[in-house]
C-alpha cells in the first residue's frame, strides 16, 4: 500500500494548488479528465480494452474541458489588458508581472493533469490490489486497505511538514491554529469521501459512478455560485453537461433500457439546472467575489458613492510616467474621508512608486504618511529610470503641494527596509494599508506586527484579496485573520463605480478591518495640571556668530530669563561647534545652578549642508531636547538666541499648561494675519489653534516632550521648525492650546526677509531699536522711524511713523499714503495705528 498511498499524498497536495488557481466548477469539470488519464492507464497496465463508442467520450469530455479552459483564459488575457491584478511590491523579492495572466489558469489545469495521473496510477494499481491479489490467506477489509493507505500518506506529509515547519502562515501559530468548524467539516468530508471511494471500486456500479458525478459537478457550481458569485456560462453550462453525458455513454453498454431511461431524465434535468442557475447568476468576472454573509454594514449605504477618490486617484495615476496598478485603492481616500477632518495617520506597507501615498496627501484633510518598502525593485520592473527609492520620493514631492511656508506642507517618511523590522514602533495609526509580501507568511507577519499600531475607530485594509492568479496565498490569509481577529470586519466593498467595466467585477480588490470605538484625538485633561507649577527646560541652539556678537546676545539673553515672573524654569545651551572655547566659559551663566550648558564636538549642519536657514540647529535642538527628558523635565519651551521674551512669557506658557495641553503657543508678532482674532485674556485660552507653518515665531513654541515624540529633522525646502510643527500634530498625545496674548518678538540680525518680518512692537517709541538698526536699513522693505532716516537704502519701500514731512533735500521722494491705501500687513500692527504711512514713489 506504499505506492498508493505516496502517489494519493501527491495528488491530493496538487488538488488544492489547482483549487486554488481555478474557480470550483471549471476544477470539478476538469477533474473529470482523470476518467481519460484513467483508462489510458488502466489500458497500459491492465492491458483492458475499449470500443470506438468509449474512445469517442473521452475524446468529448478531453474537448470540452480544452472549451471551458480556453474561454476562462480568453476573460482573463481582457483582465490584463487593463491591469486588473497587482503584483507583489514590497517586502517580499520582486517578481516578474509581466507573463500573460492566464499562466496561472495552465498551472491549474498543469496541477489537475498530474494529480489526475497519479490518482489514476494509484486507482488502478489500488484496484488490481483489491480485485485481484490473493497472496494474503485473508483479504483484509477496506477499513484496513484504508488504514494502510493514510499511514503511509501521513508519513511523507509529515516529511512536508517538516521541511516547512509546522505552519505555513508563521512560526508563532500552533499546529491546529485555523482549524474552526469549517475546516474540522472539510477534513471529515475528505475523509468519509476516501471511504465512499473505495466502497464504489468494489460495490457499486457504474450507473452510481455516472450518477455521483453529475451530482457532484451540478452541487459544487450551485454552492460556488452561491458563496463566491462565481458566474457561469452559456458554453460551460454546455460543455460540463456534455461531459456528463459523456460520462453516461462511457459505461452505456452496461446500462439497461431502463436505466438509459432514467439516464436521459437526469441528463436532463442537470441541463436545465445549469440553465436555470445561469439566469439567476448575474454575469461577473472570473475572481471570487467577497461572500455576503463576511460584508459587515458600518457606514451608510452611499458612504463612498461619490467619485471624488476616484477622480483624485486618476488624477495622479495621469501624472505618474511609471507603471501603475488598479485604481481600488481609491477606497483609502473615503476611509480618510469617514476619519474626519482632524489630523490623522497612515502608515502603508509597499508602496511601488508612491501612488497610494500620494493619494492620501492630496486629501484636503491633514494626513502625516509613513511609507514602509524595502525599495529593491529594479526600475525595469516599474518602468522607470531611477531607483525605486528615488522614484518614491520623485513621485511624492511632485505630486504633493510642499511650500511650507504657505501652509501646505504635507509630511511623509519613508522607512526603507523590510516589514516588521522597518514598522515604526511608539507610534499609533488610522488606517494601515498592506500591500507587502503576499505569501501565507507575509500577510500574517505584516498584521501581527501591525495590529497593535491601529488606533480605535481605525482602518487596516489589505490589498489583493481578490487576486487569486498572482496573489493567491492572500485570500486565504485573510480569511484566516478575520476568523480570529477582534477587529470588525467590513469585508471588500461592492464595486459601485464600476472599476474596469470590461470584467464587471462585483467587488473591489481591498479588505477592510475597523477596530472598535473612537480615537480620543484631543485627551481630557489632566487633573493634576490645574494646579502645577512645571519645571520648565529652555532650549537654545546657538553659534559663534562671525561679528563676534554672540556673547552679547547670550548675556542678554540671560538677563531675560531671570526676569521672568514664573521662576521655575533651567536653561539648556547647547552650542553648534562654538569654535572659541574660551570664549563659550566666559559666560556669566556657564557654572550656575538653573543652566546647562553643552558645546557639540562637530558642527551639526553647518559646512555640510547649503541651506542653514532652513536647517541650522537642527542636531544642537535634538541634542538639547534629549537632556532635558534625560533630566526628568518634560516641557520644552523653544527660544531662539536672538528673540526677546516680554517678562510674563513663561507665566503666559504655564497658563496653557495648566489646561491639559501637550503644546502650547502664545501670541507672537507673526500671528497677526495667521490665527484667529481672540481677545488678549488667559480666559480665552483655545484648544482648536494649530501651529502653522512659518506662521508662527520659533520662540512662541512649546511642547511636552515625553508624550509628543516628535524631533527636529531636515526635510528639503522646509526649515526645521515649521517641519516639526506641522509632524506634531500627528502625535497620539497632541493636545493644543493658544494663549492669546503677545509675548514674543523676533530681531532678525540682518532684517533680511518680508516686510511682515520687520515690524515689531518695539519699533517704535516704547522701546529703544537695538543696536545696528538703521545701520541695516536698507536691507527692509519696510521701517519704522521717528525721522526720515538719512541712510535709507533704495530697497526701502514704506516709511512709518514720521509725524514731519519728508526734507526738501530729501533724496528720495515719498507721499503719504490714505488709510485705504496702507498695506494690509502693516495695518494689523496695532503699535502703528494712526500713524502715517509713507510710501517712495518709483
Known amino acids: 500500500m506504499a505506492i498508493p498511498g505516496v502517489f494519493y499524498w501527491g ?9 486554488s488557481k481555478l474557480t470550483v466548477p471549471i476544477f470539478q469539470v476538469a477533474y473529470q479528465g482523470k476518467l481519460v488519464i484513467t483508462a489510458l492507464v488502466s489500458v497500459c497496465t491492465l492491458g483492458r480494452t475499449y470500443v470506438a463508442r468509449q474512445w469517442c467520450c473521452l475524446v468529448v469530455i478531453s474537448l470540452s474541458i480544452a472549451f471551458i479552459a480556453s474561454e476562462d483564459c480568453i476573460r482573463n488575457n481582457n483582465t490584463n489588458d487593463i491591469s486588473e491584478t497587482n503584483a507583489m511590491t514590497t517586502t517580499a523579492v520582486s517578481r516578474d508581472i509581466s507573463p500573460d495572466i492566464s499562466g496561472n489558469l495552465f498551472m491549474g489545469l498543469g496541477a489537475i493533469a498530474i494529480a489526475c495521473l497519479l490518482s489514476a496510477f494509484a486507482g488502478v494499481y489500488f484496484e488490481y490490489v483489491v480485485k485481484n491479489d490473493r497472496s494474503y490467506v485473508k483479504t483484509p477489509s477496506l477499513w484496513m486497505r484504508n488504514i494502510q493507505l493514510a499511514f503511509f500518506s501521513i508519513i511523507v506529509a509529515l516529511f512536508q511538514l517538516k521541511l516547512n515547519g509546522w505552519s505555513g502562515k508563521h512560526d508563532t501559530k500552533s499546529f491546529f491554529h485555523g482549524f474552526t468548524y469549517a475546516a474540522w467539516c472539510q477534513v471529515f468530508l475528505f475523509s468519509a469521501g476516501g471511504l465512499v471511494v473505495a466502497a464504489v471500486i468494489q460495490h457499486a456500479d457504474n450507473v452510481v459512478k455516472g450518477l455521483a458525478t453529475g451530482i457532484s459537478v451540478l452541487l459544487s457550481t450551485a454552492g460556488s455560485t452561491v458563496l463566491f458569485k462565481t458566474s457561469l456560462t452559456p458554453t460551460f453550462s454546455i460543455c460540463a453537461v456534455t461531459t456528463i453525458t459523456a460520462v453516461y455513454l462511457f459505461y452505456g453498454e452496461s446500462i439497461s433500457w431502463p436505466q438509459r431511461s432514467l439516464w436521459t431524465k437526469y441528463i436532463s434535468a442537470l441541463a436545465s439546472s445549469f440553465a436555470i442557475i445561469n439566469l439567476i447568476t448575474p454575469a461577473q468576472d472570473n475572481e471570487m467575489a467577497v461572500p455576503n454573509h463576511l460584508v459587515t454594514n458600518v457606514f451608510p449605504t452611499d458612504w463612498n458613492s461619490t467619485t471624488t477618490a476616484l477622480d483624485a486617484l486618476r488624477s495622479i495615476q495621469n501624472q ?4 501603475h496598478f488598479h485604481e481600488a485603492t481609491h477606497i483609502l481616500y473615503d476611509l480618510r474621508t469617514a476619519i474626519g477632518n482632524r489630523p490623522a495617520k497612515y502608515l502603508e506597507i509597499g508602496s511601488y512608486t508612491g501612488i497610494s501615498a500620494a493619494l492620501m496627501l492630496r486629501h484636503p484633510m491633514p494626513t502625516f504618511v509613513t511609507l514602509v518598502d524595502p525599495c529593491v525593485l529594479d526600475p525595469s520592473h516599474f518602468h522607470g529610470y531611477l531607483s525605486q527609492e528615488k522614484t518614491i520620493r520623485k513621485n511624492l514631492q511632485a505630486l504633493t503641494v510642499t511650500r511650507c511656508c504657505a501652509g501646505d506642507f504635507h509630511p511623509w517618511d519613508l522607512r526603507v527596509g523590510y516589514s516588521p523590522q522597518a514598522l515604526p514602533m511608539g507610534e499609533t495609526f488610522d488606517i494601515i494599508f498592506i500591500d507587502g509580501d503576499h505569501s501565507t507568511r507575509g500577510v500574517w507577519a505584516d498584521y501581527d506586527g501591525t495590529i497593535n499600531l491601529l488606533r480605535p475607530g481605525g482602518f487596516m485594509v489589505f490589498d489583493d484579496y481578490l487576486d487569486h492568479l498572482y496573489s493567491p496565498a492572500v485570500r486565504p490569509a485573510v480569511d484566516d485573520i478575520a476568523s480570529s481577529t477582534k477587529l470588525i470586519t467590513i469585508g ?4 459601485i463605480h464600476g472599476i474596469h467595466p470590461t470584467t464587471n467585477q462585483s467587488f473591489i480588490n481591498e479588505y477592510i478591518f475597523q477596530r472598535s470605538g473612537k480615537f480620543n484625538f484631543f485627551p481630557q485633561p489632566e487633573t493634576d495640571v490645574a494646579i502645577s507649577d512645571p519645571l520648565l527646560g529652555i532650549t537654545v541652539a546657538t553659534y559663534r556668530r562671525p561679528d563676534g556678537m554672540t556673547p552679547s546676545m547670550l548675556e542678554n539673553l540671560w538677563t531675560m530669563l531671570l526676569d521672568q515672573s514664573y521662576r521655575n524654569w533651567k536653561l539648556y545651551l547647547t552650542g553648534d561647534f562654538y569654535e572659541n572655547e574660551t570664549e563659550w566659559k566666559s559666560l556669566s551663566f556657564f557654572n550656575h545652578s538653573q543652566a546647562s550648558l553643552y558645546n557639540l564636538p562637530e558642527p551639526g549642519e553647518r559646512g555640510i549642508i547649503n541651506d542653514l536657514w532652513l536647517h541650522a540647529g537642527t542636531d544642537a535642538m535634538n541634542n538639547a531636547l534629549d537632556r532635558i527628558v534625560a533630566d526628568g523635565i518634560q ?9 526677546i521674551w516680554d517678562a510674563d512669557h513663561l507665566q503666559n506658557v504655564v497658563s496653557g499648561i495648566r489646561t491639559g495641553a501637550t503644546f502650547v503657543t502664545v501670541e ?6 495667521q490665527l484667529p482674532n481672540y481677545a488678549g485674556f488667559l480666559t480665552n485660552i483655545s484648544h482648536s489653534v494649530l501651529p502653522r507653518p512659518c506662521g508662527v515665531l520659533h520662540s512662541s513654541i512649546s511642547f511636552n516632550a515625553v508624550k509628543l515624540t516628535s524631533r527636529y529633522k531636515i526635510t528639503p525646502g522646509c526649515p526645521a521648525d515649521a517641519d516639526l510643527w506641522s509632524r506634531i500634530v500627528f502625535d497620539d498625545y497632541f493636545f493644543p492650546a493658544f494663549v492669546p496674548i503677545k509675548s514674543c518678538y523676533h530681531v532678525r540680525e540682518n532684517g533680511s526677509g518680508s516686510s511682515e518680518r520687520v515690524l515689531r512692537r518695539w519699533d517704535f517709541f516704547d522701546r529703544d531699536p537695538p543696536p545696528g538698526w538703521y545701520k541695516n536699513a536698507s536691507h527692509y522693505t519696510s521701517l519704522a522711524s521717528e525721522t526720515f532716516p538719512v541712510n535709507l537704502s533704495t530697497h526701502c519701500v514704506h516709511i512709518i511713523g514720521p509725524q514731519m514731512n ?13 488709510l485705504d491705501m496702507v498695506p ?3 495695518r494689523v500692527v496695532e503699535a502703528f495705528a494712526g500713524l502715517p504711512v509713507w510710501q517712495k514713489q518709483q
Open 11 to 19: 495528488s491530493n497536495t496538487l488538488l488544492f494548488v489547482a483549487l
Open 320 to 323: 505618474v510616467h511609471e507603471r
Open 492 to 495: 471588500s466593498p461592492r464595486n
Open 635 to 643: 516641557w520644552n519651551v523653544h527660544l531662539d538666541d536672538d528673540d
Open 668 to 673: 507672537c508678532q507673526h500671528h497677526n494675519s
Open 806 to 818: 519728508p526734507p526738501e533735500d530729501y533724496s528720495h521722494h515719498f507721499v503719504k499714503l490714505p
Open 824 to 826: 494690509y500687513h502693516i
